[in-house]
């Protein structure tokens, strides 16, 4: 994690994977982060890799776009890249945090089919997957202590391709063990493939494509397959999910950022800052003045 924000002022801090490592994978003590960037871990951030937590000490909250997340010793808990999050402020915890990128994991188009697809990081169910390790029935820290100790080998021909398989082997118990403690997983098909892909690119282009109709286009489908698709899914339409995703960034946004309301408009896509105070009011119940003033 860099010491310094990529973004500052009235945008919320973003962070970039750590420069210099040989692979971009690490495993880092929970007490050295807050060492070393204390400050900027207990306020909103996002990151564009992922996190796994291995908690070993304490029962902090963590949380993750406005989702209080309880830990308890012996757990693990996984978020997405680009979720806005912050560390329990106490910093009377311990444990561990494995980062990787996409690039240290993608080595194939199967690889990265499966890195969208994880129950572990899609962010469909609005679940924040955490782990019971005292119930598992896998042997995932073991796992865990192997990527430890070889992380502290050198590099040699294999060392990144056994990381790189001791990740993929715990992503995949992992996944196993989240449907054994209860995950209620959406079915699997041609539905949750294209619902998938449609909020893949939501997520990139929704300040600027409000259109249903421009993402079926892109996806080679109908817009009437679009909707079939996330009402079989998730019993929601495109256009509901296109505003959820609007609505999420402008909550990041009006509460994390010192960006005025109109600014926040523009950022969004809206032309007319009186249009995102009344979308926003339509759909929460208040005014952004109002959301941004509670919390």
């Known amino acids: 994690m860099r010491t310094l924000p990529l973004r500052m002022g009235n945008s919320i801090k973003t962070y970039d994977f750590k420069s210099g490592l040989s692979n971009e994978i690490e495993l880092v003590p929970i007490s050295s982060i807050f060492r070393d960037h204390g400050q900027n871990i207990i306020e909103p951030h996002r990151a564009d890799f992922y996190h796994i937590f291995w908690l070993t000490k304490g029962t902090p909250t963590h949380t993750v776009d406005f989702i209080p997340v309880r830990l308890q010793p012996d757990s ?51 679940v924040i997957p955490l782990l019971d390790l005292k119930e598992a029935t896998s042997n995932l820290t073991l796992v865990l202590e192997q990527i430890r100790t070889e992380l502290k080998n050198p590099d040699d021909l294999v060392h990144t391709p056994l990381l790189q398989n001791m990740l993929h082997n ?36 929704f300040t600027h494509q409000k259109a249903v109709q421009q993402y079926a286009s892109q996806m080679g489908i109908t817009e009437r397959r679009l909707q079939q698709a996330t009402s079989a899914a998730l019993g929601k339409t495109p256009k509901q999910l296109v505003e959820e995703r609007v609505l999420l960034e402008a909550k990041r946004l009006l509460v994390h950022t010192s960006q005025s309301i109109k600014e926040i408009g523009f950022e969004l896509g809206f032309e007319e800052p009186t249009n995102f105070g009344r979308f926003f009011r339509q759909k929460i119940g208040r005014t952004p003045a109002e959301f941004r003033q509670s919390f």
């Open 76 to 126: 693990l808990l996984f978020i997405n890249k680009n979720r806005v999050h912050f560390f329990d402020r106490s910093g009377d915890y311990d444990g561990w945090i494995l980062l990787f990128t996409d690039t240290f994991f993608v080595q194939s188009p199967r690889d990265a089919l499966f890195l969208h697809n994880t129950i572990l990081f899609h962010d469909l169910l609005e």
């Open 170 to 205: 715990l992503l995949m118990l992992a996944e196993r063990e989240h449907r054994r403690q209860g995950f209620s997983e959406i079915k699997k098909g041609p539905n949750l493939d294209h619902t998938l892909a449609f909020t893949q690119l939501l997520d990139k282009q």
